[in-house]
């Protein structure tokens, strides 16, 4: 029932556990202990992506005001002509750029949960390396994630197209023709079932990284896992997911009324004790410091959450099929 020589999978005694899949309180408990015991590993892991998404928007502003041009006197600044034929594949660009990124993360995080699961330790350089090895196979695996996942919403999104040309040919330019105003309750109801679809096959691709990464599998085969191990699980994966979004909106809230209420007492102070301005700059330049450091920490622990999630989730549908099912 185990299986010696894979690095992800315990000896066989660890096999012979409850036989029911665990309860959402089971399963947060295991991430909230794993995310605590780790924090460092998973904020390390979690701040490479954060880190990466700051330098490509940063190079993509900087882009952008390259061709700025400056205000002329009584008038606003306005874009060179060069730029209208460059945003789409620039954008196009940094928004591929981005996918890659949190696709190698998915992995790196993915792995450190199944090896320290497996207790095996390691550090976030490690994991970064070992997802590394075979970058081409997780970029292409978050690439059929995406496309099996968005088909019907770009199927959709082309059947608006063709509707809004047929009706303008019908019309002769006149958009206002009465075909459009029939065709728009169907388009609203094909885009709501195209995006059912989305969340249904998001929660179905859910385990395609950790089973990828576990069973060694290619891009394609760890699609076709992660649709058999959600088999009966995909509430209890959707359910997951939901708690930890909650829980995730509830720690932002809480550091926003923390920063809120911080700023506030400190301009009292300074109003209060009559200090110089500039000492109301610094005080306010630090703490925009602690409070950036602060969110990316928090984000960082809040991504690595949803990874280590489902490998954690993996693992336990992976126990379930591996063992008799005594209910």
Not at 23 to 34: P, S, V
Not at 115 to 137: C, F, K, P
Not at 284 to 306: D, E, R
Request: with cysteine.
């Amino acid at each position: 029932m185990s299986e010696p020589g894979n690095p992800f999978y315990p000896p066989q005694g660890v096999w012979q556990l409850p036989t029911r899949p665990m309860t959402l309180g089971q399963t947060l408990d295991r991430i909230f202990k794993l995310l605590r015991s780790h924090f460092k590993l998973f904020v390390a892991i979690g701040s490479v992506p954060l880190v990466g998404l700051a330098v490509l928007e940063g190079a993509y502003f900087a882009f952008f005001f390259k061709f700025l041009n400056p205000a002329r006197p009584g008038g606003p600044a306005n874009l060179s002509p060069q730029f209208s034929g460059l945003i789409v594949p620039v954008f196009l660009a940094l928004w591929l750029a981005i996918m890659a990124l949190y696709a190698l993360f998915e992995a790196a995080a993915s792995h450190a949960t199944l090896s320290i699961e497996a207790g095996t330790h390691l550090r976030a350089r490690d994991a970064w390396r070992h997802i590394w090895a075979r970058a081409g196979r997780y970029l292409w695996l978050m690439v059929l994630r995406m496309l099996v996942a968005s088909a019907p919403m770009l199927l959709a999104l082309l059947v608006l197209l063709a509707g809004l040309f047929a009706a303008a040919f019908i019309g002769r330019g006149d958009m206002s023709h009465g075909a459009l105003f029939v065709l728009v309750p169907f388009w609203i109801l094909l885009f709501a079932a195209a995006a059912v679809y989305t969340v249904l096959a998001m929660i179905w691709l859910a385990l395609a990284y950790p089973a990828s990464l576990a069973e060694d599998l290619p891009a394609w085969k760890a699609v076709r896992r992660s649709c058999e191990l959600t088999h009966g699980a995909r509430g209890r994966i959707f359910l997951t997911l939901l708690a930890l979004y909650a829980i995730s909106m509830a720690g932002v809230m809480a550091v926003e009324l923390a920063a809120f209420m911080l700023f506030a007492l400190g301009a009292l102070l300074i109003t209060a004790l009559h200090l110089n301005a500039a000492v109301g700059f610094i005080c306010a330049g630090a703490g925009g410091l602690v409070l950036a450091l602060v969110v990316l920490v928090l984000m960082a622990i809040t991504s690595s959450a949803y990874a280590a999630a489902l490998a954690i989730l993996y693992r336990d549908q992976r126990r379930l099929e591996l063992t008799p099912a005594i209910y």
